[in-house]
């Protein structure tokens, strides 16, 4: 069964109210000539005053049923006026597409007070909406140069190795320098995979995760591969309690603010990797010596594959996405993520998580 229209509905309502009223005005009406003509005896007073009461309520049927249709007429009218900014906003959103969304489709429309808080939902919906598409495009341009700068330096190497027979020495190297180029392929893609599996929020499976048990395996696993780039230490301050999370993505956010911080802290230094509790939260930290970050860019290195000038570069291998990646693990798990640098005190990454993730 089709729903009723709102026009319908209110004229419906405004039909019933005034007929109601009609028929109790009538009815009270008539119960109090019907008692008056009890306590008269005079037959030509009760004919004359039957008579006049007959027209009275064939006066009041007939003005009751013209109000019946002004009303129905006058309702349907004002509805039409009222619900003028919705077919407006209607025909708008019809022609709104991938290719031009944005909430200026919807600034002509002046709606009364109101539909007001509903045409400026629509407005803030078209702008978040409008907001995704283009992060989408500018995510999707990136990954596709990221992808690529390995693809061409490796097809470019292969083409200058042909041109002339090398020694055997030539071609390890060769190899070599392709065999790079394919791991920072394999990185990037996982990396890619991490941020869309994120990006859906698809459900992971939780446990209670024993914090420095778990950075010393995490911290001894890292230092042993990057040997030689820094020197790691601990510093965690007992007690912790239990932290539920999904072992997975806490190993990728401690991961690749490890990484990080060996990448872009000066050889022979120290990354330190905090652990304390801070009332109802626990800080996790990673910290190495340098402090090369201009203020105005600390902000945007968690934007997808932003690299400072300073701190970061495609030339040690990475792609923009580690700090993007920890962001958005931070954020599934209800914490903040931040990070400071300064010369004196190096660079620091702090995650606050609430104890009980």
């Known amino acids: 069964m089709k729903p009723l229209s709102l026009k319908t509905r209110l004229t419906l309502l405004t039909v019933v109210i005034i007929a109601a009223v009609i028929?109790?005005?009538?009815?009270?009406?008539?119960?109090?000539?019907?008692?008056?003509?009890?306590?008269?005896?005079?037959?030509?007073?009760?004919?004359?005053?039957?008579?006049?009461?007959?027209?009275?309520?064939?006066?009041?049927?007939?003005?009751?049923?013209?109000?019946?249709l002004a009303a129905a007429v006058l309702t349907t009218i004002s509805v039409w006026w009222t619900m003028r900014p919705i077919r407006s906003t209607a025909q708008r959103l019809q022609g709104v597409t991938h290719r031009n969304l944005g909430a200026e489709h919807l600034d002509s429309?002046?709606?009364?007070?109101?539909?007001?808080?509903?045409?400026?939902?629509?407005?803030?919906?078209?702008?978040?909406?409008?907001?995704?598409?283009?992060?989408?495009?500018?995510?999707?341009?990136?990954?596709?140069?990221?992808?690529?700068?390995?693809?061409?330096?490796?097809?470019?190497?292969?083409?200058?190795?042909?041109?002339?027979?090398?020694?055997?020495?030539?071609y390890d190297a060769v190899l070599a320098e392709v065999l790079g180029d394919v791991d920072r392929l394999g990185r990037l893609a996982g990396q890619l995979l991490d941020l869309a599996r994120l990006d859906e929020n698809s459900p992971v499976d939780l446990?209670?995760?024993?914090?420095?048990?778990?950075?010393?395996?995490?911290?001894q696993a890292r230092a042993a591969q990057c040997e030689g780039a820094a020197r790691l230490v601990l510093d965690i301050q007992p007690p912790l309690p239990a932290f539920r999370a999904n072992p997975g993505e806490l190993e990728s956010l401690m991961g690749n603010l490890i990484d990080n911080?060996?990448?872009?802290?000066?050889?022979?230094?120290?990354?330190?990797?905090?652990?304390?509790?801070?009332?109802?939260?626990?800080?996790?930290?990673?910290?190495?010596?340098?402090?090369?970050?201009?203020?105005?860019?600390?902000?945007?290195?968690?934007?997808?594959?932003?690299?400072?000038?300073?701190?970061?570069?495609?030339?040690?291998?990475?792609?923009?996405?580690?700090?993007?990646?920890?962001?958005?693990?931070?954020?599934?798990l209800g914490g903040t993520i931040a990070i400071t640098s300064s010369p004196t005190e190096g660079t620091v990454v702090s995650a606050r998580l609430p104890a009980g993730s």
């Not at 109090?32 to 004359?48: A, G, I």
């Not at 420095?212 to 995490?218: G, K, Q, T, V």
């Not at 000066?266 to 800080?283: F, K």
Request: charge should be positive.
């Open 23 to 68: 028929v109790a005005t009538s009815a009270i009406a008539y119960r109090e000539l019907h008692e008056s003509l009890t306590r008269v005896t005079d037959p030509q007073v009760v004919r004359h005053a039957t008579h006049e009461m007959g027209e009275y309520f064939r006066f009041e049927w007939i003005l009751g049923a013209s109000m019946l």
């Open 109 to 170: 429309i002046d709606p009364p007070a109101e539909l007001v808080p509903f045409v400026n939902a629509v407005r803030a919906m078209l702008g978040r909406i409008h907001d995704g598409v283009q992060a989408q495009k500018r995510f999707i341009a990136d990954a596709s140069h990221e992808l690529r700068t390995p693809l061409t330096l490796a097809k470019s190497t292969i083409q200058a190795t042909r041109l002339k027979r090398r020694s055997p020495a030539e």
């Open 207 to 219: 446990e209670d995760i024993q914090i420095e048990p778990f950075l010393r395996d995490l911290a």
């Open 261 to 332: 911080a060996f990448k872009h802290g000066p050889a022979g230094g120290r990354v330190t990797v905090g652990a304390r509790r801070d009332g109802a939260s626990v800080l996790l930290s990673v910290k190495d010596e340098g402090g090369q970050i201009p203020a105005q860019e600390l902000d945007r290195l968690f934007d997808r594959f932003y690299r400072s000038d300073a701190s970061r570069s495609s030339a040690s291998g990475g792609c923009g996405l580690g700090l993007a990646i920890g962001a958005e693990i931070v954020k599934r």
